[in-house]
């Protein structure tokens, strides 16, 4: 397929997009593509007349790449790299689940190896204003192989640690509702946008898993 370099004011983000990418992760897609450029190109597909623009004017839907297209607004780019893919509607979203889903998994000892290769040339927080994970998650799993098994261990329950701390749950609509009705109790009585933070919710979800334990797991 050929890459093309297409206008960003004629490519669309997909409303139905489920992939969502929080502030701090913006940030560190920003960093990286003010760094290195973009490097991974969208994937688009063509709007048909009928799909929301005017005869004649050729647009694009993105089905990879919405937060990078954000990204690169943000930055005052005017155009994108693009590949392009004439799919109906629901062969789009196919295509765009699976590029959202199918990769694969890192080796850890091979992970761990390359971290202390790219620690060894640059500065932690220099690897950190571009990969997900924190300082200590990063020292931890820079760490794996290097001392005995019990530093091993205790290295990687660090990893997984730090991982679980950014971890974010992602629920459908019907799910959302149990949760929330879950939560209820666990949350201020007097809500509003301005306290019903991420960082709140988190906690009433803390207390809500540790009453559970307490009533044992009943």
């Known amino acids: 397929m050929d890459v ?7 490519l669309n983000e997909a409303p139905w997009n489920p992939n969502i990418m929080h502030e701090a992760m913006l940030q560190k897609l920003k ?5 290195f450029g973009l490097v991974q190109t969208l994937v688009v597909r ?9 005869m004649g004017e050729d647009t694009f839907e993105v089905l990879s790449g919405n937060q990078r297209l954000q990204v ?10 693009c590949v392009v893919v004439d799919l109906e509607p629901a062969q789009a979203r196919l295509l765009s689940l699976a590029l959202n889903r199918i990769q694969g998994e890192d080796d850890l000892g091979l992970r761990a190896e390359l971290l202390r290769e790219v620690l060894k040339e640059l500065p932690t927080d220099r ?16 760490s794996l192989g290097q001392e005995t098994m019990a530093s091993h261990l205790q290295a990687w329950q660090a990893a997984q640690s730090a991982r679980l701390k950014h971890l974010q ?4 609509p019907a799910q959302l509702e149990v949760v929330e009705e879950a939560l ?11 306290n019903d933070s991420p960082n709140r919710r988190g906690t009433a979800l803390y207390l809500l898993c540790r ?3 307490k009533s044992g797991g009943v």
Do not use: C, N, W, Y
């Open 4 to 10: 093309v370099s297409l206008p960003l004011d004629q």
């Open 31 to 35: 960093e990286s593509i003010t760094r």
């Open 46 to 54: 063509p709007l048909r007349p009928g799909s929301g623009q005017a």
């Open 72 to 81: 690169l607004r943000e930055l005052g780019h005017r155009e994108a790299p």
């Open 127 to 142: 690897v950190v204003s571009i990969l997900p994970e924190t300082a200590e998650s990063l020292a931890a799993m820079a």
């Open 169 to 172: 749950f992602q629920l459908i």
């Open 184 to 194: 209820a109790p666990f949350l201020p009585k007097t809500r509003s946008k301005e």
């Open 211 to 213: 009453a559970h334990l």
